[in-house]
């Protein structure tokens, strides 16, 4: 046995948590907390080649975490290197060709080996403490401290499964050799196994866990070669802390490797299985659990295993299941906790490291361990005993058509970036003059400027610049519409065909001005930023995105923050009557002046826009023998474009709210009335009088007007057919409110009542919970609140991002609402508050009639069910896409109680469900029946849907060569949605052929379509390397 | 993991007067193809203790981001030094060289600049009004200060690793069917069909 410790191993001196010895014996890596992962060189610690070059040692440095870095394991083929971190996230690195590069800054060499993150998989709300590959290399199991055990598919980065039972943090993952199970173990001081064919719960097992004591980095258990044994860590038995052993089958403790003086944090079993050589080994009694074989048989020949323990007492044993002692205990190699583990690929070298920074490596030779067993006698053994395992270990197709879809289910995912893509590919610019103008001239300022550097004579930065003038720099510059200017960069050392690309790429968003699409940003803010004089019309600003969304003409109300409307409890006498009351927060309109501005794009963007002034006036009446009033409180209302005014009017008491569209005006009082006015500034009808003081106001494109008064009540007026719409009252939010917030009773905050897109009222209170009326139900429905703040994909909704729908825009308020508010603590979710967001997210943007979000979430949805395999949710879910059985369409359409309406939010049902659906449910396996079963079911449909659906053009083929005819087609469809779809229309053509076909012509023919797409991917592909 | 690592930066015209602007060429990898421009600031901070003073020198977009490597050559024009207190002009300060993504910052590039006169004699005896067009600038390139921020280049990925929505997409063919639907789509027609 030879020890040594290597001390040029080391992260900057810091803890090094994880060490792993590359599959094929090249490299090791290493983990530390220095948030880096490095990789070294195996030849540097063979022990003829010592005197390597050091430079050759430290091969590469990965700093693609944010976090220390707790694991790192190579996958079994040796490609990957996978590693987790504190910074909740699983970096997957892979050796790219070329040199290494260093990082700018770093002050270090460069790597030698270029070895760049290529995944990075997310989902983890929590350190990610061990990962481990599955068998064959397929999946990846993450154990975390959010009380998790994720499972991530490794061909498509996408987690598949999140498995929770576990009650405290889980630190430890392994995987079954024969592929059937793992087993993870967590500080709740138990382990679980999991089956890996449904990832149910097999088995908990409580055991010598229980009496530990004191906390460990690491629970690192490890399953024997053979697949009989789990060694766990972390046990104790008095007086000892011990590894207690778990058999297959029973699950239940059998042994327990003892002697440590402090809590066992890593087990490693070597890859392989030992046997004796001679009898003459030293042999000690056997143990009666030997390895769980048959104990007949040559006694010395029966293959053992070899298993390596380190521990918080610093030192490393290491064990055969022959022998009921250890075979080597190394004592004072480290200073600190030994944290991880691992063999050589011949078995015959230990690899440890340890919290003090350093590592240490152990090589036996084979009379001290024995013989190792050859990879084929390992199989054999294992076939043994299991069978074949091959089949076990994944779950397997049934049906091409699977396969089929997982692709499509991958490029959807994929989708987005290739989307982009294939624009740059497609677009075919013209570069403007200017474009081409100012690049050379720039490129000659550069030249002069370089000359000039050099003339100077300047001896520091020759060399850079005579290397320079050799090679300038070859980029374009140019000025974007919005005066931004925009560079697109050289590429460095790729084909030059890429470069062109790169040139052609997305300038067709930058054409010249005048061809941008109205309704540009640009465009629609400039206006908005010179009405910002008015200090009360913050709003305004915040507003910005409404401009946007509603495309021709826009009324901008003044929004005031922090109205109170406080419910008054009987002290009228009246039960239930609402008071509204206006906080500080408004700081009194009467000294302020209220202002909006009306954009009414159908004259043309040059129109100045229209602004509605309320300012108070106040006189002072000296009333003869008067007692009360000496000053009397007026408003003046002027409308003006651009300084000149078109009309104005004076009203009597203080004006609360404006309102206006190019259709009509509205002004409230805080007396209660409310003035309607024409465009032109007619009283368009007499003074309404609300009772109370209006307190919100907005009005659509058209002649819808709502009013929130200051007691609550809540209308919605037709102003052309002079209709009464709504009339109802907030009163059940505010009740609905007192439950959860703790203000006083009664009383609500009303950040914002607006119409939304659908024309419905959208109130947001001040604990951003969003209401939204529903004129069939007549209730509120709450469509945004915190209810759900563990869930998953409430954590996906970005901040601040880029714009996003209505919908979103609700939750990342109360999101944001929710962060401002301190000791907010982490909770995890058991997947139930997930499903149930998603589920109210989906009918909170069916509510909001809100598209694109109802089918983002109808994505996500239908994905989270397949990942968790919720096959009767998902049947449903389907079914009502799919629709009444054929044949009884006819006879549902009759009953009207039974009508299904074959479109939701004008997109047809069958065709998401085609599309979106069905795709999104191939990435779980284990709902392929389901699967399968509704792809017939749709299929069946589409035969028999009505012909009528295919448009005149196209004429019907049953080759399946004819599917680029449809494609030519398809090139000259409009991008509008219609009802069909040229997808659509090459299954109706398929009739004769029978589902799968129909089916592979749809993927024959999304391929077709994106393999210019492939095409740019194999050059980026190229490019990169 | 970044999509953008920085590879190098090459400080051109250095030192160089005070007046005369600043060059920079930049060479970045690019790991994961970005749908979005890079935003690359200049930033010269005029007094340590006051933000208030800092200069955005250049802001430019940079794209298209595909995977490769790339260089470009970023310049900007020299402070103002009206804008500067006069005693902060000469002695050393900062210069930041920031990269963002979707307005998220997620590199940092510091240099210390010394700003001092050419000329001996002025050195010895610094006049009482900064003689602008005399001092002579100094960007310290060999000790640049590297600051990286973790942020999320692909939002719509979120769903690999959650339930994230997948990104904002109309209702429409994109998915399915490839490139033609894309190129002609508009964001006014997206909704409500």
């Known amino acids: 046995m030879i020890a040594e410790k290597p001390v040029w191993v080391k992260h900057e001196g810091l803890q090094i948590f994880s060490i792993d010895v590359q599959p094929n014996g090249e490299r090791f890596a290493t983990g530390g907390g220095d948030h880096k992962v490095r990789i070294w060189n195996m030849k540097s610690v063979d022990t003829d080649l010592q005197n390597l070059d050091p430079k050759e040692r430290l091969l590469a440095t990965l700093r693609d975490h944010f976090g220390s870095v707790n694991c790192v394991r190579w996958a079994k083929h040796g490609r990957y290197v996978a590693s987790g971190s504190d910074d909740q996230v699983i970096q997957i690195h892979e050796r790219k060709p070329g040199s290494g590069t260093t990082e700018f800054g770093s002050g270090e060499p460069p790597d030698v080996e270029n070895w760049k993150a290529v995944m990075t998989l997310r989902g983890h709300t929590a350190d990610v403490v061990d990962i481990n590959w599955s068998p064959d290399d397929s999946m990846l199991a993450s154990g975390s401290l959010d009380n998790t055990v994720h499972i991530w598919n490794m061909r498509s980065g996408i987690c598949t499964t999140v498995l929770r039972a576990h009650l405290s943090l889980v630190k430890g993952v392994t995987w079954d050799p024969i592929g059937t199970f793992i087993a993870s173990q967590s500080d709740d001081k138990t382990v679980i196994i999991w089956r890996t064919s449904d990832w149910s719960l097999a088995h908990r097992t409580v055991g010598h866990w229980e009496k530990s004591l004191g906390s460990t980095f690491f629970r690192r258990l490890g399953w024997s070669p053979c697949g009989h044994f789990i060694t766990t860590t972390h046990g104790y038995q008095k007086p000892r802390h011990s590894a207690p052993v778990l058999e297959r089958g029973e699950w239940s403790a059998a042994f327990d490797f003892l002697g440590h003086n402090a809590p066992i944090i890593v087990v490693k079993f070597n890859h392989s299985m030992f046997k004796r050589t001679t009898s003459s080994a030293p042999e000690t009694k056997r143990a009666g659990w030997s390895n769980g074989t048959s104990k007949s048989g040559g006694k010395d020949l029966q293959p053992y295993n070899v298993i390596a323990i380190g521990s918080q007492d610093r030192t490393i044993t290491v064990w055969t299941t022959a022998s009921p002692r250890p075979l080597f205990v190394a004592k004072h190699f480290f200073g600190q906790s030994v944290v991880d583990l691992s063999w050589s690929p011949d078995g015959y070298s230990l690899f440890a490291c340890s919290l003090d920074g350093t590592v240490a490596m152990i090589h036996f030779n084979p009379t001290e361990l024995g013989v190792r067993l050859t990879d084929n006698e390992l199989e054999e053994l294992k076939k043994n005993r299991y069978g074949d395992v091959r089949g076990r270990q994944a779950n397997l197709v049934e049906s091409p058509a699977q396969l089929l879809l997982e692709t499509v289910s991958t490029k959807l995912s994929g989708s987005k970036r290739a989307a982009s893509d294939v624009q740059q590919n497609q677009v075919i610019t013209k570069p403007s003059v200017n474009v081409e103008n100012t690049a050379k001239k720039r490129k000659s300022q550069v030249d002069d400027r370089n000359k000039g550097a050099e003339a100077t004579g300047d001896t520091l930065n020759k060399a850079s610049t005579s290397n320079r003038v050799s090679n300038p720099v070859n980029q374009k510059v140019y000025r974007r519409p919005d005066g931004r200017k925009r560079i697109i960069p050289e590429a460095v050392g790729v084909p030059q065909q890429e470069n062109n690309i790169a040139v052609n790429g997305q300038s067709h968003n930058f054409l010249p001005a005048p061809s941008a699409a109205p309704g540009n940003r640009d465009s629609g803010d400039t206006p908005v930023e010179t009405s910002n004089r008015d200090s009360s019309m913050k709003e305004i600003m915040g507003r910005n995105p409404d401009l946007k969304e509603r495309p021709r003409i826009t009324a901008r109300a003044t929004i005031t923050e922090s109205l109170v409307i406080e419910k008054v409890p009987g002290t009228s006498g009246n039960d239930g009557i609402l008071n509204v009351e206006q906080s500080v927060g408004i700081k009194g309109s009467s000294s302020t002046d209220l202002l909006i501005r009306v954009f009414d794009w159908k004259e043309g963007e040059t129109t100045a826009p229209v602004c509605l002034e309320a300012c108070p006036k106040e006189h002072a009446l000296d009333t003869v023998g008067a007692v009360s009033t000496s000053m009397i409180k007026e408003t003046e209302i002027s409308c003006k474009r651009s300084g000149e005014t078109l009309w104005s009017d004076r009203i009597m008491g203080r004006v609360t709210v404006l309102a206006g569209n190019p259709n009509f005006w509205a002004v409230g009082c805080e007396d209660g009335s409310l003035q309607v006015y024409t465009k032109c500034g007619r009283r368009a009808m007499p003074t309404m009088m609300m009772g109370s003081a209006a307190t919100f106001i907005d009005s659509d494109d058209s002649w819808k007007l709502l009013l929130v008064t200051r007691k609550g009540s809540i209308y919605v007026w037709d102003l052309f057919n002079r209709k009464c719409i709504l009339h109802d009252s907030l009163a059940s939010l505010v009740s609905s409110d007192t439950k959860l917030s703790s203000t006083v009773a009664g009383t609500i905050k009303v950040i914002s009542v607006k119409l939304s897109k659908s024309g419905s009222p959208l109130v947001v209170l001040a604990t951003r919970h969003a209401f939204l009326f529903d004129t069939s139900l007549m209730c509120w429905l709450r469509v945004a609140d915190d209810c759900f703040p563990s869930s998953n994909f409430s954590s996906s909704w970005n901040l601040g991002s880029a714009p996003c729908g209505e919908l979103a825009g609700l939750q990342v308020d109360v999101r944001k609402y929710m962060a401002r508010k301190p000791g907010w603590n982490r909770i995890t979710d058991d997947g139930m508050q997930t499903r149930a967001h998603l589920e109210s997210q989906l009918a909170s943007s069916l509510a909001l009639e809100s598209p694109s979000e109802y089918r983002q979430c109808l994505l996500a949805y239908v994905r989270f069910l397949a990942r968790e395999a919720d096959e009767s949710r998902l049947r449903e879910v389907c079914e009502s896409f799919l629709g009444p059985p054929t044949g009884m369409a006819e006879a549902a359409t009759s009953d009207t109680n039974l009508s299904w309406d074959p479109y939701v939010l004008g997109v047809k049902k069958h065709k998401l469900l085609r599309n979106d659906i069905l795709p999104a449910m191939a990435s779980n396996r284990k709902v392929q029946r389901l699967l399968n079963e509704f792809m017939d079911l749709l299929s069946e449909y589409e035969n028999t849907e009505p012909a009528d659906a295919i448009p005149k053009g196209s004429a019907p083929t049953i080759d399946c060569g004819g599917v680029p005819s449809s494609l030519d087609q398809m090139d000259s469809d409009p991008p509008a949605v219609t009802a069909t779809t040229p997808l659509t229309i090459d299954n109706e053509k398929q009739v004769s052929l029978g589902n799968s076909a129909a089916l592979e012509t749809g993927i024959v023919c999304e391929e077709t379509g994106s393999e210019d797409q492939e095409k740019h991917d194999q050059n980026s592909r190229d490019q990169g390397s | ?193």
């Open chain 2, 1 to 193: 993991m970044s999509s953008i690592n920085i590879t190098n930066v090459t400080v051109l015209d250095n030192p160089a007067p005070f007046v005369n602007p600043f060059q920079f060429e930049i060479s970045y990898e690019c790991l994961t193809s970005l749908k979005d421009d890079l935003e690359w600031k200049l930033i010269y901070v005029g007094s340590a203790e006051d933000e208030t003073s800092d200069q955005l020198l250049e802001s430019v977009l940079v794209g298209p981001v595909n995977v490769g490597n790339y260089r470009f050559v970023l310049q900007a024009d020299s402070p103002d030094p009206s804008k500067i207190r006069e005693e902060d002009i000469i002695g050393v300060t900062v210069l930041l060289l920031t990269c963002s993504y979707m307005d998220q910052e997620f590199i940092r590039v510091g240099y210390y600049v010394n700003n001092d006169y050419d000329d001996e004699q002025l050195r010895e005896e610094p006049p009482t009004k900064v003689l602008i067009d005399k001092v002579q600038r100094n960007i310290l390139t060999d000790k640049p200060r590297v600051t990286k921020f973790p942020i999320n280049f692909h939002p719509e990925d979120e769903q690999t690793g959650g339930d994230g929505p997948p990104p904002a997409e109309p209702f429409d063919d994109t998915d399915v069917n490839g490139e033609a639907l894309v190129l002609l789509e508009q964001p006014e027609k997206l909704q409500e069909t």
